[in-house]
């Protein structure tokens, strides 16, 4: 194996922002899912979420 390929390499300051910027998307995407996967649950447990036993 090459030593070379397993050297990590400095991103350039746009790659850099780039990969930011995708790591933004990411997160919001997945806290997006999370609120909807919680809005769902509240909205198939309906008023029974409320009601404690």
Same mark, same amino acid.
């Given at each position: 194996m090459n030593d070379q390929s397993a050297a990590p390499r400095a991103l350039t300051p746009e790659q850099a922002r780039a990969r930011r910027s995708r790591?933004?998307?990411?997160? *919001?995407? !997945? %806290?997006?899912?999370?609120v909807l996967f919680f809005?769902?649950?509240? *909205?198939? !447990? %309906?008023g029974a979420a409320a009601v404690r036993y």
């Open positions: 790591n933004i998307a990411l997160a *919001v995407s !997945l %806290g997006l899912l999370v809005a769902m649950t509240i *909205v198939r !447990l %309906g």
